[in-house]
C-alpha cells in the first residue's frame, strides 16, 4: 500500500477492510486539483473553479436511501417512506462486496468535522475514489489542523464508490445505487450515484439523529447574526428567498443550511455552502457570485460555445446546477461559524394562493405546528390559461432528512422557544390581492422591510390583530410597508373569492397534519388552522 499526503497517526483503513493500491490522505485543494485534472474527472473554468459532471444521478436519490434496522435503531427512527429498513445482513453482505472491489484501487481520504461547535461535533472520514468528491468533502465539512489529525479517531466513516452498483434483488435494494447508514456500526456507504450532496446530507441525517440525545435541536435553516451577537434564524423550502434573505451585508453569516441550537449557542454543522447556481448573476447573488473561484466545485453546469466561462442559464443537464466552496469565500462569514441563541426565527412561505398575511407573530403552539407542516406553494403549468397552486409540505422543512418523528424535533423547538423567550415569525415572500396569476407577488423590498422591523425590534410597540384563519398575531403597521399590504383580506377585490381560497388552503394544511396528529401534543393540535366563520 503507497500512502502520500498528510494523515493521521492512528489512521488505518484495514479495520474496515480496505486494502487499496494507493491512498492519498488529507490532500490540499491544489493537489485534488492535479488528481482530478489527471484522472480527467473535471475541467477548470475561467475564474478557477473545477467544473464536473456527477454522470446519471444530478440530485439526491431519497427512495433509494436507506438505515439499517437493527436493535440500535429499531425503535428510534421514523420508518417509512424517509427511512427505508434495510437488514444487517443485506447491509454486511454489500459492504463486503463493496471492499472486494474497492481492493487495489485509487482511494482519497479525508478527515474533517461536522458542528462548529467542538462540544458536538463529530469526527468524519470520507473515503472516496474520486479526487473532486474528496475536495467536496474538504469544501463541505470543517477542516481540521494539523494537531487535531495527529490524534484524529473517527467518529463515522463515509465511503463513496460512484462507479460500484448493485444487485438490486441480491442485497434488498430498489435499484442500483444506494446510500446506507448503519448506525451501530458507525459506517454510511454510498454507491451507484456521483452526486455529492448525498454525503453531504447523510452526515446532516447523522446529525438530526445523534444530537436530539443531547438536548441539541438539529436544523435545515440558514443563520446570520447582527453587530450586536442577536442571532437570527431562516427556515424555507426552494423558491421562498431564504438564501436572498439571510444574506445581510449588515450581518454576519454562521451559515446557509444546517445548524445545531444548545443552550447557549448556535452552530453551522458545515464548513461551507453548496449553492444553486441555475440563472446564477452577480447582480442577483452577489454572495454566490463572488465565491466562485479556486477551490470551488461546479457540478452539471455548461460553458458557453468556445469559452471556458460557465453559461448559468444552460440547463440541458439539469436545473439543479450546484457549487460547492468553503464558507470562508463568503466575505462576511462568521469565524468560527458560532453564535448566541436565537432572539428571532422566521419560517419562509411562498403562499402562491394569496391568503396569508406577508407577516405574523406566532405563540409556541402555532411555531410547533408550522414547523412540522414546513408550507409552501409552488406554481402549476398552466393549460388553456388556468393556473392552480399547488401546496407543498415538507416536515421541519426538511423532511428528507429526519430519521426521528417530525414531532420530536417540533417539540424541541417549543421548549427552546419559551425558555429563551424568542420570537417566531411567519413571512409570506409569495402572493398578495389574489393567487398567482391574479394577485402580485409581494415586492421584495417590502419583504426585506418587515425583516429589517423584527430584527430593529420596531414590531415591539406596534398593535397587533388576531388572523382569523391561523390565529396568529398580525402588526397593524410596519415601517417602510404600506399597512394595507398586511391584512390580506383588504388586497383582494372579491372577498367571497378570498374566503373560499383561504379555506381551501386551511383543508390543505389539516390534511397534511393527519399522518402527525396521533403524535402531536394538545399545545400543537390547537393551533390547527380554521375556516373562517362568515
Known amino acids: 500500500m503507497i500512502e502520500t499526503g498528510i494523515r493521521s497517526k492512528k489512521s488505518d483503513l484495514?479495520?474496515?477492510?480496505?486494502?487499496?493500491?494507493r491512498i492519498h490522505w488529507n490532500y490540499s485543494p491544489s493537489e485534488l486539483y492535479e488528481e482530478a485534472l489527471r484522472k480527467r474527472e473535471g475541467i477548470l473554468t475561467d475564474r478557477g473553479s473545477l467544473l464536473v459532471d456527477t454522470s446519471f444521478f444530478t440530485g439526491r436519490a431519497p427512495k433509494d436511501k436507506y438505515v439499517v434496522k437493527d436493535?440500535?435503531?429499531?425503535?428510534?427512527?421514523?420508518?417509512?417512506?424517509?427511512?427505508?429498513?434495510?437488514?444487517?445482513?443485506?447491509?454486511?453482505?454489500?459492504?463486503?462486496?463493496?471492499?472486494?472491489?474497492?481492493?487495489?484501487?485509487?482511494?482519497?481520504?479525508?478527515?474533517?468535522f461536522a458542528g462548529a461547535d467542538s462540544?458536538?461535533?463529530?469526527?468524519?472520514?470520507?473515503?472516496?475514489?474520486?479526487?473532486?468528491?474528496?475536495?467536496?468533502?474538504?469544501?463541505?465539512?470543517?477542516?481540521?489542523?494539523?494537531?487535531?489529525?495527529?490524534?484524529?479517531?473517527?467518529?463515522?466513516?463515509?465511503?463513496?464508490?460512484?462507479?460500484?452498483?448493485?444487485?438490486?434483488?441480491?442485497?434488498?435494494?430498489?435499484?442500483?445505487?444506494?446510500?446506507?447508514?448503519?448506525?451501530?456500526?458507525?459506517?454510511?456507504?454510498?454507491?451507484?450515484?456521483?452526486?455529492?450532496?448525498?454525503?453531504?446530507?447523510?452526515?446532516?441525517?447523522?446529525?438530526?439523529?445523534?444530537?436530539?440525545?443531547?438536548d441539541v435541536l438539529p436544523m435545515h435553516c440558514s443563520a446570520n447574526v447582527g453587530k450586536d451577537g442577536d442571532t437570527a434564524i431562516f427556515f424555507g423550502l426552494s423558491g421562498t428567498g431564504k438564501t436572498t434573505l439571510s444574506a445581510d451585508p449588515e450581518r454576519g453569516l454562521i451559515g446557509d443550511d444546517e445548524h445545531g441550537w444548545t443552550d447557549?449557542?448556535?452552530?453551522?454543522?458545515?464548513?461551507?455552502?453548496?449553492?444553486?447556481?441555475?440563472?446564477?448573476?452577480?447582480?442577483?447573488?452577489?454572495?454566490?457570485?463572488?465565491?466562485?473561484?479556486?477551490?470551488?466545485?461546479?457540478?452539471?453546469?455548461?460553458?458557453?460555445?468556445?469559452?471556458?466561462?460557465?453559461?448559468?442559464?444552460d440547463t440541458r443537464v439539469t436545473e439543479n446546477t450546484r457549487v460547492s466552496y468553503p464558507i470562508n469565500h463568503i466575505k462576511n462569514a462568521v469565524?468560527?461559524?458560532?453564535?448566541?441563541?436565537?432572539?428571532?426565527?422566521?419560517?419562509?412561505?411562498?403562499?402562491?394562493?394569496?391568503?396569508?398575511?406577508?407577516?405574523?407573530?406566532?405563540?409556541?403552539?402555532?411555531?410547533?405546528?408550522?414547523?412540522?407542516?414546513?408550507?409552501?406553494?409552488?406554481?402549476?403549468?398552466?393549460?388553456?390559461?388556468?393556473?392552480?397552486?399547488?401546496?407543498?409540505?415538507s416536515a421541519c422543512f426538511g423532511a428528507a432528512f429526519l430519521p426521528l418523528h417530525p414531532t420530536k424535533y417540533a417539540e424541541m423547538l417549543g421548549e427552546k422557544m419559551k425558555k429563551h423567550k424568542v420570537n417566531v415569525w411567519l413571512i409570506n415572500t409569495g402572493w398578495v390581492g389574489g393567487k398567482y396569476g391574479v394577485g402580485k407577488r409581494i415586492d421584495l423590498k417590502y419583504t426585506r422591510a418587515m425583516i429589517t422591523a423584527v430584527l430593529e425590534d420596531k414590531l415591539d410597540y406596534v398593535d397587533y390583530h388576531e388572523g382569523s384563519m391561523l390565529g396568529t398575531q398580525i402588526p397593524a403597521s410596519c415601517p417602510g410597508v404600506p399597512s394595507e399590504l398586511l391584512r390580506p383580506k383588504n388586497n383582494w377585490t372579491d372577498e367571497e373569492e378570498f374566503y373560499k381560497t383561504a379555506d381551501k388552503l386551511v383543508d390543505e394544511f389539516n390534511q397534511n397534519f393527519e399522518k402527525y396528529k396521533d403524535f402531536a401534543n394538545e399545545e400543537i393540535l390547537a393551533a390547527a388552522p380554521k375556516r373562517h366563520k362568515r
Open 335 to 393: 469565524a468560527p461559524s458560532i453564535a448566541g441563541i436565537p432572539k428571532n426565527i422566521f419560517f419562509l412561505a411562498a403562499d402562491a394562493f394569496g391568503v396569508l398575511p406577508p407577516i405574523s407573530k406566532l405563540s409556541p403552539g402555532q411555531a410547533m405546528y408550522h414547523f412540522i407542516s414546513g408550507y409552501t406553494a409552488k406554481v402549476a403549468g398552466t393549460e388553456m390559461g388556468v393556473v392552480d397552486p399547488v401546496t407543498t409540505f
Open 71 to 112: 436493535g440500535t435503531t429499531e425503535d428510534i427512527i421514523w420508518w417509512g417512506n424517509v427511512n427505508q429498513p434495510i437488514s444487517p445482513e443485506h447491509f454486511d453482505d454489500l459492504y463486503n462486496e463493496m471492499i472486494k472491489y474497492l481492493y487495489g484501487k485509487e482511494l482519497y481520504v479525508r478527515e474533517g
Open 119 to 214: 462540544n458536538y461535533r463529530l469526527k468524519c472520514r470520507f473515503v472516496n475514489t474520486l479526487a473532486w468528491q474528496n475536495l467536496f468533502c474538504y469544501n463541505m465539512f470543517i477542516r481540521p489542523n494539523q494537531e487535531d489529525l495527529e490524534n484524529f479517531e473517527p467518529d463515522f466513516t463515509v465511503i463513496s464508490a460512484p462507479e460500484f452498483t448493485a444487485d438490486p434483488q441480491r442485497f434488498g435494494l430498489r435499484q442500483s445505487n444506494f446510500a446506507i447508514v448503519n448506525m451501530t456500526k458507525n459506517i454510511m456507504i454510498i454507491g451507484g450515484t456521483g452526486y455529492a450532496g448525498e454525503i453531504k446530507k447523510g452526515i446532516f441525517g447523522l446529525m438530526n439523529y445523534l444530537l436530539p440525545q443531547r
Open 14 to 21: 484495514y479495520s474496515l477492510g480496505l486494502k487499496s493500491g
Open 264 to 313: 447557549t449557542t448556535i452552530f453551522n454543522f458545515e464548513g461551507g455552502c453548496y449553492a444553486k447556481t441555475v440563472d446564477l448573476s452577480e447582480e442577483k447573488e452577489p454572495d454566490i457570485w463572488n465565491a466562485i473561484g479556486f477551490g470551488a466545485i461546479e457540478e452539471n453546469s455548461r460553458f458557453y460555445p468556445k469559452t471556458r466561462t460557465v453559461n448559468y442559464s
